[in-house]
């Protein structure tokens, strides 16, 4: 009886939302503008959804994977895409039914989300309290501020493939400003256009990857030593931890979904999408060029120039500018309007302008750490490792730990999981597995990879990785 009680009360206020939604839909129907604006602008349904997690998942580390493989070798580079596409997806579903769990309590308690998107701490903290909040919201922010700066290290880093006449570092002014215009989208139910582009993007530049490397074939004398040395192995198997860690969005997509609680397996699939791009391209790049990849973190830097590598690079870096990087920066945004109170605030203009601020320290970090490849790697293992993985598994025991809370709990574990001892067995795995190989060995080897970069670079490196200039 009590669960019955929980899904009408779910099912009463996403179904009110939806037939809102409706409403605001044929209010619209006497104009064209708002009839296009609707289809290309508003997106709240399970394909929306899908397309958010697909397209943003894989992004910039298209292009990082085959610099991985190099370090890992082809057999590991194949095992880690699959294991860790798998763990992510379980996360992810965690993440979702903790989502759910905090929603439905609040909703008992009469609370009003239209005005407000829910975020990941809050539901740590309706759920566990201000000391998981603030550690949930540290992490959360820590990684999406440097996967923002990811994002724009990426977007110079292409672009110089195309026109090398500026260095990396001014193309990175560029796209700072360029990166600035996602102030101007409200939320993750706006980006419906963006996501399906999106999508198309990544699939072009990974097929991209896969052709022009079979057909370019084998560079002479190619080799494939990976792995080589324990930094390098475990730097590769962090940068794929990352690659799969791009679930610290999933509040905030499900909470632009007119019904969240349909969510559930949306990740899983479309991180087994993002596995027909990833282990494609990445296993033919290496193939072709072997222990090059060590001294080129981006894949397109060894592939011939053509127009269709340009039409790659011109596609990630739209990718990349209006899409990843206000995926990563969007919850930031949230963050920011909660804590000067605009938030709630209904003029779009206003909101865009209170966030500007949050674009400035990521600029700045773009142009400190320019190590596109190895910041992957770093991020991964100190901050993927807990914000997406050890923290969602911790709390999701921890919420139901009681023999009331399992009982009463929205969503009751998979049966073929063997209930809630093979959901506790499973959690207990993650964080056991994830703490010792991705933040202890995985942080140990990227930190001592990023430390040699500086060394070899220097902060505030001009052109990083670039070939000597030819007039």
């Known amino acids: 009886m009590a669960s019955e009680k929980v899904e009408s009360v779910i099912a009463g206020n996403y179904l009110e939302m939806e037939r809102e939604g409706e409403d605001d839909n044929s209010n619209c129907n006497n104009s064209v503008r708002n009839k296009l604006s609707n289809f290309f602008w508003h997106g709240g349904s399970v394909y929306d959804a899908w397309f958010s997690c697909s397209s943003n998942q894989v992004a910039q580390v298209l292009l990082t994977l085959p610099y991985s493989f190099s370090q890992l070798g082809m057999l590991s580079g194949i095992i880690f895409q699959l294991f860790y596409g798998l763990m992510g997806s379980w996360t992810a579903y965690l993440i979702s039914v903790l989502y759910v769990e905090y929603r439905t309590r609040k909703e008992r308690e009469k609370v009003d989300f239209r005005n407000h ?43 110089y493939y195309i026109n090398d006449n500026l260095d990396k570092r001014t193309w990175t002014y560029i796209f700072g400003a360029c990166c600035a215009t996602t102030v101007f989208i409200p939320s993750f139910h706006n980006y419906r256009i ?58 905030e997509i499900m909470h632009a979904m007119w019904k969240p609680q349909k969510f559930k397996v949306i990740y899983l699939i479309a991180t087994i999408y993002v596995l027909t791009l990833t282990l494609p391209s990445a296993s033919a790049v290496y193939w072709a060029f072997g222990d090059a990849l060590l001294t080129h ?118 049966s073929f999981l063997g209930r809630w001892v093979g959901l ?35 902060l505030f490196t001009k052109c990083y990785q670039c070939p000597p200039h030819t007039a």
């Open 194 to 251: 963006w996501s399906f582009a999106g999508l198309l993007m990544t699939t072009y530049t990974a097929w991209y990857l896969t052709i022009a490397s079979l057909l370019n074939g084998q560079v002479e004398g190619v080799k494939h030593s990976g792995p080589t040395t324990l930094v390098l192995y475990f730097t590769g198997a962090t940068n794929i931890l990352y690659t799969f860690g791009g679930h610290a969005v999933t509040v």
């Open 424 to 458: 506790y067995c499973t959690n207990i795995f993650v964080v056991a597995w994830v703490f010792i190989v991705g933040f202890g060995f995985g942080g140990w080897a990227s930190m001592v990879n990023f430390v040699h970069q500086i060394n070899t670079f220097g």
């Open 117 to 159: 998107v829910i975020q990941w701490f809050e539901v740590l903290d309706g759920l566990l309290g201000k000391h998981w909040r603030n550690i949930g919201l540290f992490f959360n922010c820590t990684f999406l501020l440097f996967g923002s700066v990811i994002q724009l290290i990426a977007c110079a880093s292409n672009i």
């Open 297 to 414: 973190s981006n894949a397109l830097a060894l592939l011939p120039k053509t127009r269709f590598r340009d039409a790659a690079v011109i596609l990630m870096l739209i990718h990349q500018v209006f899409i990843t990087f206000g995926f990563a920066c969007t919850p930031l945004y949230f963050v920011w309007e909660k804590f000067i109170r605009v938030h709630e605030t209904k003029s779009l203009f206003k909101r865009a302008m209170a966030r500007l601020p949050v674009v400035i320290p990521i600029w700045f970090l773009a142009i400190i750490f320019p190590f596109f490849g190895p910041i992957n790697s770093t991020v991964g293992s100190l901050l993927v490792s807990f914000t997406v993985y050890i923290i969602p598994a911790l709390a999701h025991m921890l919420t139901f730990a009681s023999p009331s809370a399992r009982e009463n709990a929205v969503e009751q574990p998979p």
